[in-house]
C-alpha cells in the first residue's frame, strides 16, 4: 500500500470554473476525511465518510462543495463556481476506526483561483 | 466551537537546544494527536494520546497529555535542522473528527 493518493498535486483554475478533486486512501481504512488549509494555519474539517456514507459536514462546506466516497474506496469533492477564497490547500486523511488511529495524510491538492 | 490554541506561534532555534511547544483547550479531549508538517506536504502523525497524565517518548521527543485532559506539551531534545517544520495538535472532542490547532512553526539552524 502506497499510502493516501491526491491528484491532482496542484490545480489553477479561473474564477467561476469547477473543479473536482480525487483521494484514494489506504485501502483498509473505512474513515475518510477532508480538510482545507491556508497558509499560517491548520487543517480545517469540511466532511467525513465512514465508508460511503457521509456522516458529517462542516459549516464551512458551503452549496458550492460536494463530496462522494460513491463505493467506500475513493473520494472526490469538487467546487462549483470557484471563487478566489476558495484558494488553499486541499488534505485528504483516512484512518481506521477508534480513538487511537491516527490519521494518515495525502500530499494535498494546491488550489489557486486567479 | 472547540477551539484549540498553540504557543509560540514561533520558534526559531539553535542546533542542540531543547524547546517545549504547547497546546491548550477550554474544552476536555477525549483524545489528542500531534503531527509535523513539512511545506507542500500532508501532515505526519507522531502520536497520540489518550490517558490524562500519559507521557510518551519518541526517540528525542515527549509528549505529555495533561492530568486534566485540556492541554498537552511536547518537548524536543537536542533538535536538529530535520525537525524544522509546523507542529500541529489535533483534538477529539468526543465527536467523530479531530479539530485541529494552528500550529507552531519551528525552525532549528544549524
Known amino acids: 500500500d502506497t499510502g493516501v493518493s491526491q491528484d491532482p498535486r496542484h490545480k489553477i483554475t479561473k474564477r467561476g470554473q469547477n473543479v473536482t478533486f480525487r483521494c484514494d486512501p489506504i485501502?483498509?481504512?473505512?474513515?475518510l476525511y477532508w480538510y482545507r488549509q491556508t497558509l499560517g494555519q491548520g487543517p480545517e474539517f469540511l466532511t467525513y465518510?465512514?465508508?460511503?456514507?457521509?456522516?458529517?459536514k462542516s459549516r464551512l462546506l458551503s452549496d458550492r462543495f460536494s463530496a462522494e466516497r460513491p463505493k467506500g474506496s475513493f473520494s472526490t469533492l469538487e467546487i462549483q463556481r470557484t471563487e478566489q477564497g476558495d484558494s488553499a490547500m486541499y488534505l485528504c486523511?483516512?484512518?481506521?476506526?477508534?480513538?487511537?488511529?491516527?490519521?494518515?495524510f495525502g500530499s494535498g491538492t494546491r488550489l489557486t483561483v486567479v | 466551537t472547540q477551539l484549540l490554541e498553540q504557543s509560540p506561534q514561533f520558534l526559531s532555534i539553535q542546533e542542540g537546544e531543547n524547546l517545549t511547544v504547547y497546546c491548550n483547550s477550554s474544552?476536555?479531549?477525549?483524545?489528542l494527536q500531534w503531527y509535523r508538517q513539512e511545506p507542500g506536504e500532508g501532515p505526519v502523525l507522531l502520536v497520540t494520546?489518550?490517558?490524562?497524565?500519559e507521557v510518551k517518548k519518541l526517540k528525542r521527543l515527549t509528549f505529555q497529555f495533561g492530568d486534566a485532559r485540556k492541554d498537552s506539551s511536547l518537548h524536543i531534545t537536542a533538535a536538529q535542522p530535520g525537525d524544522t517544520g509546523l507542529y500541529l495538535c489535533?483534538?477529539?472532542?468526543?465527536?467523530?473528527?479531530?479539530?485541529f490547532g494552528p500550529g507552531t512553526r519551528l525552525s532549528v539552524l544549524p
Open positions: 474544552s476536555v479531549f477525549s483524545s
Open positions: 489535533a483534538g477529539d472532542f468526543y465527536g467523530q473528527n479531530f479539530v
Open positions: 465518510f465512514q465508508n460511503e456514507a457521509q456522516l458529517e
Open positions: 486523511a483516512s484512518s481506521g476506526q477508534g480513538a487511537t488511529y491516527g490519521y494518515t
Open positions: 494520546v489518550v490517558t490524562g497524565g
Open positions: 485501502s483498509e481504512h473505512n474513515r
